[in-house]
């Protein structure tokens, strides 16, 4: 059965996590310690998520003509999207986040070198939108710059837009556009912002349901979700797990949600179903789990509700 497919735009960045080998990190010295990288990037992960559910879909980004970009290229393309509309940019640096923690697992600091996406042509990303198909998803992250995030917005035609803010700094970026987004996915931290009180999740919830937005999911970690859809607020439960590595499982989520959605689920049927994703997500090592299907995210979902007909 063929399914809608999923254009994405926003962040492809090379991620670098390293940490202290002492649980306290010395200051104004150098550290000993380990080093990792990965491919990283919401919108790119977001589609890594979707070709490996089995969705066809592509990106659009820039990176640099460098070893880094080169390494997005290759991995992304062979993991099944479509990277012809990522743009290699000579003389740029590609995109990167360096994430430094100590040996008990604090934050010491955090660098976004994400510069290289202010370039990006708003004329450009709506040529491609208005080249995919019409019944297609649109997904994009607030690491784009205003101007193209309104671009997005104005050739969307009646494409549905899902959006994340990435962060409460960038969530400010979403906020001309946001009659225009149909699903939204956000933490406590930038909900909090978004509404402009400290309320309970509940709460900011209700409130959510009642603004532009007409559906999303407010992620709660660990405790799953509150999901609103046309006014209505839904707990949507994480499902068990033996977690090793949260970065990624936000990722997982919104893209498993858009998989279901491109396969003819409901909303909160995407959502539930997309739970499964997360938790096989949070127990692998990698960002995006790199053995994640359609069947295994079914599966999974079927431990939690053994009386439900598995479909695909």
Same mark, same amino acid.
Request: aromatic share 4%.
């Given at each position: 059965?063929? &399914? ?25 010295? %150098?550290?000993?310690? $380990?080093m990792? @990288? ?6 790119r ?15 659009? %980004? ?8 080169? $390494?997005?290229?290759?991995? %992304? ?20 986040? @360096?994430?430094?923690?100590?040996g ?9 070198? !994400? ?8 004329e ?35 494409r ?8 409460v700094?960038?969530? #400010? ?17 930038? *909900? ?12 900011? *919830? ?19 979700? +509150? ?10 439960p #994480? ?30 049927d995407?959502?539930r &179903?997309? !739970? ?8 692998? &090592? ?11 995210v079914?599966?999974?979902?079927? +431990?939690? &509700? ?7």
């Amino acid at each position: 059965m063929a &399914h809608r497919s999923v254009l994405c735009a926003g962040g492809c960045v090379i991620d670098r996590v390293g940490a202290t080998a002492d649980a306290k990190e010395r200051l104004y010295t %150098s550290n000993i310690g $380990r080093m990792r @990288t990965s491919l990283g990037g919401v919108a790119r992960n977001v589609a890594e998520n979707l070709a490996r559910l089995g969705i066809a879909v592509g990106l659009i %980004s820039r990176i640099g003509d460098d070893l880094e970009g080169r $390494r997005i290229l290759d991995e %992304s393309s062979r993991a099944g999207i479509d990277m012809s509309a990522v743009t290699p940019v000579a003389g740029a640096t590609t995109a990167s986040y @360096t994430a430094i923690f100590s040996g008990d697992g604090e934050l010491v600091i955090g660098l976004a070198d !994400m510069a290289i996406f202010d370039a990006i042509e708003p004329e450009a990303v709506a040529a491609r939108i208005a080249a995919c198909a019409p019944d297609s998803f649109l997904f994009a992250d607030a690491n784009l710059p205003p101007a193209v995030l309104g671009a997005i917005a104005k050739a969307r035609g009646d494409r549905a837009l899902a959006c994340v803010p990435v962060s409460v700094q960038k969530l #400010a970026r979403l906020m001309p556009i946001l009659a225009d987004i149909d699903i939204l996915f956000l933490n406590l931290y930038e *909900a909090r912002a978004l509404v402009g009180s400290d309320g309970s999740a509940e709460e900011l *919830a209700a409130r959510l349901a009642a603004g532009p937005v007409p559906r999303g999911l407010l992620t709660l970690g660990p405790q799953g979700a +509150l999901a609103w859809d046309a006014g209505k607020v839904t707990p949507v439960p #994480a499902l068990a797990s033996r977690p090793t590595n949260v970065n990624g499982a936000g990722d997982a989520l919104a893209g498993a949600t858009l998989a279901r959605l491109a396969m003819g689920d409901d909303f909160l049927d995407a959502a539930r &179903h997309a !739970m499964a994703a997360a938790a096989l997500t949070v127990e692998s &090592h990698e960002t995006v789990r790199s053995d994640l299907t359609m069947p295994a995210v079914l599966a999974r979902f079927a +431990l939690s &509700h053994p009386t439900e007909t598995i479909q695909s």
